[in-house]
């Protein structure tokens, strides 16, 4: 037997402790880090959303205005005066 291996039971158990802990411990750091690249992930994600909603926005009161179309209180949408 090696000096370094378990001779009582409560070595045993202090070494599977150990062991234990520190599977648990590499665990937490790997679950750490996964969640931390998902929130940068979605976090990116949503950012570039927001912006392509915006543009969408932008083109569609463009195009309202282009088709005269002027938006009022609400949801009512009237047709601008002819200006001829």
Do not use: H, W, Y
Request: proline letters at 4%; one cysteine or more.
């Amino acid at each position: 037997m090696a000096e370094t291996d378990p001779k009582t039971v409560q070595d045993l158990t202090a070494v599977v402790q150990t062991l234990l802990q520190q599977m648990q411990d590499k665990f937490q750091t790997m679950s750490d880090q996964i969640i931390g690249r998902n929130i940068l992930f979605l976090n990116t994600e949503l950012d570039d959303m927001s912006c392509r909603i915006d543009d969408l926005e932008k083109n569609i009161a463009d195009l309202m205005t282009q088709a005269g179309v002027e938006e009022l209180e609400g949801e009512n949408k009237t047709p601008a005066p002819n200006k001829s």
